[in-house]
């Protein structure tokens, strides 16, 4: 008798021309979905795919059966998709995973939008998977992509980083990288970690090598950084988000050496369809 998951995983292989990749996207081992695809030949009595060094090719039986399954097997999974969501209960509280800054600039001035009460983490990108994970958090804003089993990212947007300066600073009038270049390391530097974090990109991005600066101070906190530049403590490369308002102590400099970074949320698979969620990232999304 036929096994349900040997055709979910017979459609996974399908789709990636892959064991190793289809074991991944069913949060399988790669034994385990193999002996689902040799079991469900071994019951049609003959090959699904053709095996070749880099790729599984399907055979005109496996198309053949994948036509006909397919559709079968999206509309129950739909189906219980529904019958899921409808049986979910209403979150009477949405809690947030953040970075402290993320959290003052997007979530903080719109808590008022969001109709819900909240409870909210704040830590690193490890800190917050962690945290999500263990079910303490239905849902992070987290610019880094780990995968773990049972969690699911989507895109929010690109946030974008630029280099800040005192607003008395004198920046030289030059389109040079070089020119550039030479002048940003003659300056202090103050970085949110000793690994150059953002920096890096953006020096690689622009000036194609990594950069050879020292900071002057390290400071693990994007608001402090900033309060730091407009003492005249030195430069940084920081998100845009934190100059929306007029500044009269700080500028954007380089408009030209600007990134962008890519920013996620992420959540537990099983909470995918709560509403509580997609209202917020509305929200944030709609702020941006």
């Excluded at 995983?9 to 190793?20: E, L, Q, W």
């Excluded at 070749?52 to 739909?78: C, D, M």
């Excluded at 049972?150 to 020119?179: C, N, Q, S, W």
Aim: aromatic fraction near 8%; charge should be neutral.
């Amino acid at each position: 008798m036929v096994d349900f998951e040997w055709y979910r995983s017979f459609i996974a292989i399908y789709k990636h021309n892959s064991v190793s990749e289809a074991a991944k996207t069913r949060m399988m081992t790669q034994p385990a979905m193999s002996q689902h695809l040799s079991a469900l030949e071994a019951e049609v009595g003959e090959p699904l795919f053709t095996r070749t060094s880099r790729k599984l090719t399907p055979t005109e039986r496996g198309k053949e059966l994948y036509s006909q399954v397919a559709p079968l097997i999206e509309r129950l999974e739909e189906t219980t998709v529904s019958l899921k969501a409808a049986s979910l209960p209403t979150l009477k509280v949405i809690r947030i995973g953040t970075a402290h800054e993320f959290y003052c600039e997007n979530i903080l001035p719109r808590l008022n939008e969001l109709n819900m009460c909240t409870v909210s983490y704040f830590g690193t990108a490890d800190q917050l998977l962690e945290i999500l994970k263990e079910d303490k958090a239905d849902i992070i804003f987290t610019s880094k992509k780990f995968i773990a089993p049972g969690i699911e990212y989507v895109k929010l947007y690109d946030e974008e980083f630029a280099v800040v300066a005192p607003a008395h600073m004198e920046v030289p009038d030059t389109d040079r990288p070089t020119d550039i270049e030479q002048w940003l390391c003659a300056q202090k530097w103050i970085s949110y970690g000793l690994e150059l974090p953002i920096i890096r990109r953006l020096w690689r991005q622009h000036f194609q090598k990594r950069p050879l600066i020292k900071p002057v101070h390290v400071i693990p906190n994007l608001h402090m950084i900033l309060r730091a530049i407009e003492n005249g403590s030195g430069i940084s490369v920081l998100p845009t988000y934190l100059l929306r308002q007029p500044n009269e102590k700080a500028k954007i400099i380089l408009e030209q050496l600007k990134v962008t970074n890519e920013l996620y949320i992420a959540y537990q698979m099983k909470h995918k369809h709560l509403q509580e969620m997609g209202r917020i990232v509305k929200i944030i999304r709609e702020n941006e």
